[in-house]
């Protein structure tokens, strides 16, 4: 694995590991900020879709050498904050890196909800949900509140300085669930046998979607890049899930959430109510790195890495003991590392 410092001329589609790390915090301890929030860069050509914008994702493009201005299109596996939290910051510093006549950049992502998840089983009292008046707002929506948020900011450069608004440059939209597939938010949010379905194209990649299972969050998705060379799948996040691994089948490279459920578990050992459902939801909504090996071998993917890794700061021991059951190359990749894939790129799956 390799780390980028510029956009390269590379006919070879290409992964960036933007950030590896998962969990809405800022993991502390040894190895703290070595792993920034979770978002993955796919390179075709001198084009970037980038899937997730976990904190600190924009410094991250920056970093890897990859211009905003290459930026096709966003997408968005689900709404929980550590995958949407540099969203914001992404379309308020990366609109002054656009050209007037650049397309607006797509940001593609789940809709409303539709009806709020039901409280924890463990509750004592039932809490109250925030924001009552619109409790689930879907992309379209969410990227609307974060620009009202910055109004201020936003005025003052377009009235003074004659910058553009950002909902000039970024074009927010949700995710159609296809009819007839029995989804329902919470009676059955991932249901089984659905077949991928296009979210995105262009002459470049055509993205493919599939529901997750990652309750109580409705809906999930995992997407599919597909190009003329090959292929990458992403899972977002999700439990072992059968509509994955049809989405991932052949694929070149898989890339999967991983979580220590022995950290969970000492970690909300002895906990009140909100510790048990602290492991109630980790265990019913992640996978370990064993079964996600055992994802890669029943979808016949050629190279598995894993990331958003929950703890952000264990050591690699943790995932890697997994390794010698994946019938793929296996990988455990460090923030901007670059992984090619596909069939210009199957000598060596990854760049050394």
Known sequence: MTHTTSLPADPRPRVVTLGTAGGPRWWSGE???????????VLVGDRTYLVDAGH?????????????????????????????????????????????DQPA?????????????????????????????????????????????????????VLDALRPSPLDRFRAEDIRIPEGIGYHPNDNPTPDGVQPFEVYADE??????????????????AFRFDTAHGSATISGDTAPCENLVR????????????????????????????????????????????????????????ALALHHLVPGTAPRSVWEAAAARCRGAF??????????????????????
């Open 204 to 221: 470049l990649v055509t993205v493919t979607a599939t529901l997750v299972r990652h309750p109580p969050i409705a809906p999930a998705f």
């Open 105 to 157: 950049i797509r940001i593609v992502g789940p809709g409303d909800r539709g009806a709020l998840p039901p409280v924890a089983p463990r509750a004592v009292v039932p809490p109250s949900p925030v924001f009552p008046e619109q409790p689930t707002p879907g992309t379209a929506a969410m990227f609307q509140h974060l620009m009202a948020a910055h109004a201020t900011d936003l005025n003052d450069r």
């Open 247 to 302: 989405l991932a089948r052949d694929t070149d490279l898989l890339l999967h959430e991983a979580i220590d459920f022995d950290w969970v578990h000492r970690t909300y050992a002895g906990g009140g109510p909100t510790a048990q459902a602290s492991i109630d939801h980790h265990t019913k909504s992640h996978t370990s790195p064993e079964q996600a090996v055992d994802i890669a071998n029943a979808a016949g993917a050629r």
């Open 56 to 100: 600190g994702a924009g410094r991250q493009l920056n970093l890897a050498g990859i211009p905003i201005s290459s930026l096709r299109a966003v997408f968005l596996t689900h709404l929980h904050s550590d995958h949407t939290v540099d969203l914001a910051s992404l379309a308020l510093f990366g609109m002054f890196a656009l050209a007037e």
């Open 31 to 41: 190895d703290a900020g070595k792993r920034a929030g979770i978002a993955t860069a």
């Open 331 to 352: 990988l455990v990749p460090d923030d901007l590392d670059v992984l090619p894939f596909g069939a210009i790129s199957r000598e060596g799956v990854v760049a050394s």
